[in-house]
């Protein structure tokens, strides 16, 4: 299906992560139904969501009456409560869901979900942690993003007057580098995007590139 498309969303678990995913995909324009035990929760979301109801997910008869099957997407936004967010995983893919997004608290819970069947298994906590300990050691990286285990998306700051006024050919930057600049983000805000070999690399630019973390942290090195 096209991404940009009106997709059902259901969402159940009303947390912090559950609650910032249902009130995004609103604005998107999306339709987003939200589920969560706790009654106060649902209040909260009942003006936002497109409908929100109080309910046990645990609980089978629940997740069939509210015809959790017949949704595009399922997020399963469950914190703490490991054991409740395995259960829930397991049925909303057993009924047949196409795509089941749940939250791993950690590495143990996201092997599970995986191996259950959960299309895609995500750790905020931890990858914003890495995120921002990377932004914390390198004065230079800006916004880091793990794509795999060896391959990462860094955001780095031209600060080394060496890089200054050069075109992206003649800093050699695939050969020297063996990392693709995705985007270059001006001084003054303005994006270019998939660059071309002419593009001129200025001072105070950020450098939006993609390589093995390895590289990404070799040019990092290089601007200091
Ligand atoms: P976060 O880290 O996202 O803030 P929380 O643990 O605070 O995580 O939020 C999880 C939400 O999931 C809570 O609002 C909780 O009431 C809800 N929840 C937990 N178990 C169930 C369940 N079995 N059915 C429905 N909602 C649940």
Redesign the pocket.
């Known amino acids: 299906k096209e991404k940009n498309m009106k997709q059902n969303y259901a969402i159940?678990?009303?947390?912090?992560?559950?609650?910032s995913i249902c009130r995004t995909l609103i604005e998107s324009g999306q339709e987003v139904l939200a589920?969560?035990?706790?009654e106060d929760?649902v209040n909260e979301y009942m003006n936002i969501a497109t409908h929100a109801v109080v309910?046990?997910?645990?609980d089978e008869m629940t997740l069939k009456s509210l015809g959790i099957r017949n949704f595009d997407h399922v997020i399963v936004?469950?914190?703490?409560?490991i054991q409740?967010?395995i259960l829930?995983t397991l049925m909303v893919k057993e009924m047949g869901v196409p795509d089941v997004l749940a939250?791993a608290q950690n590495e143990y819970h996201a092997r599970v979900l995986e191996k259950i069947g959960a299309d895609r298994v995500v750790h905020p906590e931890r990858d914003m942690g890495i995120r921002i300990a990377h932004n914390l050691v390198s004065k230079n990286i800006l916004d880091y993003v793990e794509l795999s285990d060896d391959y990462s998306m860094a955001e780095i700051r031209v600060s080394n007057p060496r890089f200054f006024d050069k075109t992206l050919l003649e800093l050699n930057f695939r050969q020297r580098f063996a990392l693709t600049v995705v985007a270059i983000r001006r001084s003054d805000g303005k994006v270019v995007v998939s660059p071309t070999a002419d593009e001129i690399v200025r001072k105070n630019d950020n450098l939006l590139v993609i390589g093995t973390t390895e590289d990404v942290d070799i040019l990092d090195n290089k601007m200091n």
């Open positions: 159940i678990g009303l947390g912090r992560f559950g609650g589920i969560d035990n706790n929760r309910g046990n997910a645990q936004a469950i914190g703490e409560d409740a967010s829930v939250k």
